[in-house]
């Protein structure tokens, strides 16, 4: 959405000092997007374990429902 990128990147920068031990991916041009074959205007969470073995992967929005049972 135009206009929303400084918000975007100060949001980012904020989770990333509450949350340290995560990885977050800024994609303005779309390189990763396109590499991980995301849809348009999406977002995806991956979420590993110690072993680096993917344990949930959620593309797009993540319901309430998805949240309670993943917790």
């Keep these: 959405m ?3 990128g400084s918000f ?3 949001s980012a920068e904020d989770s ?3 949350f ?3 990885s977050l991916v800024l994609d303005k041009n779309g390189v990763a ?3 991980w074959q995301l849809e348009p205007q ?3 969470i991956i979420i590993l374990n110690k072993s680096s073995k993917v ?3 959620n593309e ?3 319901s309430a429902d998805k949240i309670k049972n993943h917790l």
């Design 16 to 18: 990333k000092k509450e």
């Design 2 to 4: 135009w206009g929303t």
């Design 42 to 44: 999406s977002s995806i």
């Design 33 to 35: 997007s396109k590499a």
């Design 55 to 57: 344990v949930f992967v």
């Design 8 to 10: 975007v990147k100060s």
């Design 60 to 62: 797009g929005v993540l």
């Design 20 to 22: 340290s031990w995560s």
